[in-house]
């Protein structure tokens, strides 16, 4: 994965993360003060880059897909949801209204130091209206702290209760509390 600077295209990873997946690398470029001067043809060769298959992202949005007589189509989820990871949906009727909504969980802070950790998905509620729009809503005033992996409905003394499961930390159990 690269990017630009001042129209030079230079690669994401830095020295030390490259050169761990390369050692080759360390040969050429003893120093990473070196490694920033080169250019991508001094890294990999003139030949590597020449066959090298060439990948463009245009969009980076997350998003759903549904299913049409045409193929599928792309629905872009709301902007509550672009700034973290989702790690774990899970469809039921939350709310005893006869449809289904989504509780998705995520988070992710094993990234590189350049990525930063994902870590902006407190949980949230998703349902869809008539007209396909997604409406998000929180948890209410409750935050799910931590990198969820998993979620399941339980059933404590005849009761639903939502299981939560967070990578290096205790699960937590969510029911609602009648008034």
């Given amino acids: 994965m690269t990017y630009y600077v001042d129209d030079k295209e230079i ?3 830095n020295y030390r993360d490259l050169t761990k997946q390369l050692p080759g690398l360390k040969k050429d470029f003893l120093y990473a003060k070196d490694f920033a001067r080169a250019s991508l043809t001094d890294l ?8 090298a298959k060439v990948l463009t992202a245009n969009c980076l949005t997350s998003g759903w897909y549904e299913k ?6 792309f629905h872009a989820l709301p ?9 774990s949906a899970l469809a039921t009727d939350f709310d005893s ?13 094993d990234s590189t130091i350049e990525m930063g950790r994902y870590d902006a998905n407190f949980g ?32 404590i003394n005849g009761q639903p209760a939502l299981l939560v499961a967070r990578n290096n930390d205790t699960p937590l159990v969510l029911r609602s509390v009648s008034k």
């Fill in 11 to 13: 690669p994401f990873a």
């Fill in 124 to 155: 949230n509620i998703l349902t869809f209206e008539k007209d396909k729009t997604m409406r998000v809503a929180p948890l209410g005033n409750l935050l799910i702290k931590g990198q969820v992996r998993r979620s399941a409905i339980i059933n």
């Fill in 97 to 109: 209204d006869g449809q289904k909504e989504i509780f998705v969980g995520g988070n992710f802070y």
């Fill in 44 to 51: 990999f060769g003139k030949e590597k880059m020449t066959s």
């Fill in 79 to 87: 902007a509550r949801l672009q700034f973290s990871s989702m790690e």
């Fill in 68 to 73: 049409t007589n045409a193929g599928y189509e």
